[in-house]
């Protein structure tokens, strides 16, 4: 299907384990995006990538890592997660700085 | 750098009444976009409008418009006869630094919940 897509929808982990969250387009859309949504906080960036292979900090990186070998996948990892990192993860996808983003369903994720 | 504000959190108002969401900006370019997004209660983002630093025309869409302001730094977002369908979380966000490729984040305010009261 075309779009974004992002996967888990819902995951419930462990303080202190490793997990990725998958984020997939199929429009070969330049920049991608990730943000944390959290009450009160809006939506804010975690990372984002311009192109595969080249990717930046956002306002929110810390206990973060991400990667972009392809175009169409952005996967965002939490080294070691912590109760803090309890939130709605968005990945998001646009042509360029002149238009809207795209963004996925959402996964929500518990840290227990 | 950039940043949005959105100064209003929550607001309510009774079905039909006008409304109107506020959105103040900072940014050091030129050349920039703005944009409004919508939040449903099933929680996906809805794009609304995009608007360029050089056209401050406003615009409207049906029961929609947006009045933008540079010398205010504002891009405001009315909702003329509110319906309960409107209830939602709108964010407004800014994206700068387009010609700078590598560079062009997309900064969101915090959003304001609106509640149309039946």
């Known amino acids: 299907d075309a779009g974004i897509t992002q996967s888990p929808r819902y995951k419930i982990t462990e303080t202190g384990r490793q997990v990725t969250l998958m984020c997939h387009q199929t429009w070969s859309h330049s920049y991608m995006f990730w943000y944390r949504q959290d009450l009160g906080h809006g939506l804010r960036l975690i990372y984002y990538s311009a192109a595969a292979d080249i990717t930046d900090k956002g306002e929110v990186p810390d206990g973060y890592v991400v990667s972009r070998s392809k175009t169409e996948n952005f996967p965002l990892t939490l080294e070691s997660a912590t109760r803090s990192q309890t939130s709605v993860y968005f990945c998001a996808s646009r042509t360029g700085g002149y238009t809207e983003a795209f963004f996925g369903q959402g996964t929500r994720l518990t840290v227990v | 750098a950039q940043k949005v504000t959105q100064a209003q959190t929550e607001i309510s108002v009774v079905e039909k009444e006008d409304v109107t969401l506020d959105c103040v900006y900072e940014t050091r370019d030129t050349t920039y976009y703005l944009f409004w997004y919508k939040q449903p209660p099933s929680g996906e983002l809805v794009f609304l409008i995009r608007?360029?630093?050089?056209?401050?025309q406003n615009e409207i869409s049906g029961r929609y418009s947006w009045n933008f302001q540079k010398s205010t730094s504002s891009f405001n977002f009315t909702i003329t006869a509110s319906q309960v369908v409107d209830s939602a979380v709108y964010f407004c966000a800014l994206s700068e630094a387009v010609s700078n490729f590598g560079n062009e984040k997309l900064t969101f305010g915090t959003g304001t919940r609106l509640t149309i009261i039946p």
């Open positions: 608007r360029n630093s050089f056209d401050e």
